[in-house]
């Protein structure tokens, strides 16, 4: 079995839509996956680079207000202020999350999306502080985003020297033992090996990697310098930089004066190393294909990044070209869909209005979409450790994580779609052409069309792909 | 129709039709009995809680010169010694009485000096002595069911939509959040199972989704037969969605409360978290709201769990760190390091203030601004889970709690 057009859209993309048509053909998946990423000119978000005025306010504000001496009116007015930017700013994100759903609903390249959502969720950095909680999006649409079809090493440079990652594996904090700064303090400043070791264990080489102590405490020692104050690009800081050249992984940086470019050489390094290859490899299959993945197309994948150097594009497209990715949706068999997922993928199905969206106070998208997704286990990009949301089905197959899909699958589209579809036809718009009879069934004998619709949702046809 | 209440009219309609054992998908939940009758609550307590508020020293210069606005109020709910219990925790006073309520003072995890909430919370979480380098993976509260005889999944629950440290780790833990609520006809259930028929994962933990939500009163699977009006149905539909607007202000209550269903049953453990102890401004009137549903919390525990079980049951609520000993600029106070502890349960051996007093003079304080810590909180939760389920000394000191030294008996409970 081949390509075929609605697994194309269900197993990699956001689902079938009743009204955006998917693509023909493998060829074209990999065309627009290569191409221009058209949907951000029509549901933007703001990069880093071009930080969003209201999330700099916010930051300046707090800065103010922080500053300001203790118990003074300035203190007091600078705190309103403080707060006024606080909540323009979250009005403003939840704007970001809105966007980035539409571009699911909306798009004819959901390949992307799912593509865009995967290397988010590897290189998790939710903030930590107030404002960094704000500045996520940002970073996902400049260090991830533009990466998804390039070159892995780029966006792991991207990514692991953003300001986002810096502040949530505690980069800030690092400096090097030996270092002029660690010299002028007596305590509390010290080497902080966090990033140095998520870097090997989840972003590369992977925890079955070969990587010792050794190896992060040297990765560790390299990466001084990196830091970035809060709402301020990374810099280079040289006085926080451990002396001496570091050996990772068999190679040595630094032998002359430290440069951040050895920074960027290790990662380079690492990237290119066959054990990245491997698990990346095998990371992407299982996230498209669940659990057991054929083997011998996670070897494909493998060879294939090596072959191009981390080509992630090129990974991509050997995963659509192998027969094993079109294996057909087995009963009691599939991947099950990640909560996020399964929203976005029913809300396509809905074909939910732009406007409709858009036009939703903040209270009601929380009460429709956010909450409902932290119930079913998956708060927005925010997991619960730098080692991402749980790929295995087992963990999303909990009954909480199901009393919650359900709950929103009955309330939910009512709520959003500009008309409850009768549940039969629903089926076709939902499940495609080789929808269950049962279901067929299930939503024809339904009492009302509002469990007509959660029963065609909740059918493992909509829930396993 | 007009005025139909729509609370009442579910009520109505789930005592008409609420029939679990007419769907198929609904099978009884198994109930595996794990040993002892004991049962044990712990409740994290986001944000720091000020120990020196809740537990008011007796009035001095010292006192009113570090806390002037905090130190003046008086609540008259002396406990001990000239010490005088917030009056947020006015309704707890007959526990304090029936000696079904202890505090421990000046005692924090072994955390020192950052005072940052997410570090704070992971210790007090994680149970080690030290914080690792990047995020703890496993809770204290899960080592000490991966030594618990007979545990299984449905012995211990984490309660809320709040993820927990505590309860992470390599046994089965229940998770649940009452928040969690739906309304499903019998003959949508019935067509729900049909789907799932050859999906047996996902047929097992939809069939205990729905009898976890029938068994706490919200929802469930209704008879539709008797339902008349289905537009009330789906607008009671709508206003089920707003977990957050719905109840909002007793969100706390529910979990309590699920707890209590739970432990009734076969749970032996559960977990839950409260928030809004972060009193940086005006903390004379933030402290009542989270007092007020700690107090809630320990209540409905009681009243749901009734006489004889509540004879078994001790309750830990635990807080990452303590707050700065004099009051900030803002009549608040900020992140310090010694705090409090509260005990409950009828099973404790209550009406006692553990632990010892440091002082507030400066020379007592820890880096000269913090209530000095006496003792270390996973003490007082290993020698509960010690005399709850007769985990050993060594399990404890070295699985469960790595590094801690219990020392004597603390003779918790009755």
Not at chain 1, 39 to 47: M, S
Not at chain 2, 26 to 41: I, K
């Amino acid at each position: 079995m081949g390509f075929d057009p609605d697994i194309a859209q269900m197993r990699f993309g956001y689902g079938l839509s009743p009204v955006v048509p998917g693509p023909a053909s493998a060829d074209e998946m990999v065309a627009q996956l290569r191409g221009p990423d058209a949907i951000t000119q029509r549901f933007g978000i703001p990069t880093s680079g071009a930080m969003n005025p209201k999330v700099r306010a916010l930051y300046l504000a707090q800065r103010a207000y922080k500053r300001a001496e203790r118990g003074s009116k300035d203190r007091h007015d600078l705190r309103a202020t403080y707060r006024k930017a606080l909540k323009a700013a979250r009005v403003e994100s939840a704007g970001w999350v809105r966007q980035a759903l539409l571009r699911r609903i909306w798009s004819e390249d959901g390949l992307r999306e799912r593509l865009v959502a995967f290397w988010a969720d590897h290189f998790t950095a939710p903030g930590q502080s107030t404002f960094y909680r704000y500045a996520a999006a940002s970073y996902v649409e400049t260090a991830i985003r533009s990466h998804v079809a390039a070159r892995f090493e780029d966006m792991l440079i991207a990514a692991v020297t953003h300001p986002q990652m810096l502040q949530y594996l505690d980069q800030n904090r690092s400096v090097g033992p030996n270092s002029r700064f660690a010299k002028k303090r007596q305590n509390g400043a010290g080497l902080n090996e966090n990033l140095a070791r998520e870097v090997l264990e989840l972003h590369t080489l992977g925890v079955h990697g070969s990587y010792t102590q050794k190896d992060v405490r040297e990765f560790a020692e390299l990466l001084t310098g990196l830091t970035a104050g809060t709402g301020q690009d990374t810099r280079y800081d040289s006085k926080r930089i451990e002396p001496g050249a570091e050996t990772v992984m068999g190679h040595t940086y630094g032998t002359r004066r430290a440069r951040i470019s050895d920074i960027h050489a290790a990662l380079r390094d690492l990237a290119r190393h066959p054990e990245t290859a491997r698990h990346l490899a095998q990371k992407i299959a299982r996230h498209f294909l669940g659990d057991q993945p054929d083997a011998g197309l996670v070897m494909e994948l493998e060879i294939r990044y090596r072959e191009t150097d981390g080509d992630l594009g090129a990974v991509v497209e050997a995963m659509l070209r192998h027969e094993a990715a079109w294996h057909a949706r087995a009963e009691g068999g599939g991947n099950f869909k990640q909560p996020e997922q399964f929203v976005s993928s029913a809300l396509r199905a809905l074909a939910v209005p732009e406007a409709r969206f858009l036009r939703m106070d903040a209270k009601t998208f929380d009460r429709l979409i956010l909450s409902p997704l932290r119930h079913m286990g998956q708060p927005w990009r925010r997991p619960f450790g730098p080692d991402g949301f749980a790929e295995e089905d087992a963990h999303w197959l909990s009954p909480q994580g199901m009393g919650a899909r359900l709950q929103w699958a009955l309330a939910t589209p009512a709520a959003v779609a500009a008309d409850l579809p009768d549940p039969r036809e629903f089926i076709g718009a939902a499940l495609g052409a080789e929808a269950p009879a049962v279901v067929h069934f299930a939503a024809k004998a339904a009492e009302n069309r509002r469990e007509g619709i959660a029963l065609v949702l909740m059918s493992p046809a909509f829930q396993r792909v | 129709m007009a005025d139909l209440n729509r609370r009442g009219f579910l009520a109505q309609s789930l005592a008409v039709g609420c029939s679990l054992a007419a769907s198929p998908l609904v099978t009884p939940v198994s109930f595996a009995a794990t040993g002892g009758d004991n049962r044990l609550v712990v409740i994290i307590l986001r944000g720091g809680l000020d120990g020196l508020d809740l537990l008011r020293p007796p009035p001095s210069d010292t006192l009113m010169r570090l806390r002037p606005t905090l130190g003046a109020q008086a609540s008259g709910l002396e406990i001990t010694g000239g010490v005088q219990l917030h009056p947020g925790c006015a309704e707890l006073w007959p526990l304090w009485e029936a000696g079904e309520l202890a505090f421990v003072q000046a005692v924090s995890t072994p955390y020192r000096h950052k005072r940052s909430h997410f570090d704070g919370q992971d210790m007090l979480e994680a149970g080690t002595a030290e914080l690792g380098q990047g995020r703890a993976k496993e809770g204290w509260l899960n080592r000490m069911l991966q030594h618990m005889p007979g545990a299984e999944m449905s012995t211990a629950y984490a309660i809320g939509t709040d993820p927990m440290l505590l309860s992470r780790g390599a046994a089965a833990v229940e998770t649940w959040s009452p928040d969690v609520d739906f309304v499903l006809s019998s003959q949508g259930a019935r067509l729900l199972a049909l789907t799932m028929e050859r999906d047996p994962a996902m047929r097992d933990a939809m069939a205990r989704a729905l009898a976890l939500a029938g068994s706490n009163g919200g929802g469930g699977v209704v008879q539709s037969a008797g339902l008349e009006d289905m537009d009330a149905l789906d607008e009671m539909m709508d206003a089920q969605t707003a977990p957050q607007g719905r109840d909002a202000r007793h969100a706390h209550t529910r979990v309590a409360k699920f707890a209590a269903e739970r432990l009734r049953d076969d749970a032996r453990v559960a977990c839950f978290s409260l928030g809004g102890w972060d009193t940086h401004a005006r903390q004379a009137r933030a402290l009542r709201r989270p007092l007020g549903q700690l107090a809630d919390s320990l209540l409905t525990l009681r009243s749901g769990l009734g006489a004889q079980i509540w004879g078994h049951t001790t309750v830990l609520a635990m807080t990452e760190f303590g707050r700065t000993v004099a009051e900030n600029g803002t009549a608040g106070t900020d992140h310090g390091t010694g705090g409090a502890m509260v005990l409950a349960g009828g099973a404790l051996r209550g009406a006692r203030v553990l632990g010892q007093w440091p002082g507030i003079e400066e020379a007592d304080l820890f880096e000269r601004r913090d209530l000095m810590p006496t003792d270390d909180v996973r003490r007082y939760a290993a020698w509960a889970i010690r005399e709850s389920f007769g985990l050993g000394r060594d399990v404890l000191e070295n699985a469960v709690f790595p590094g801690l030294q219990m020392g004597g008996d603390l003779a918790l409970l009755r």
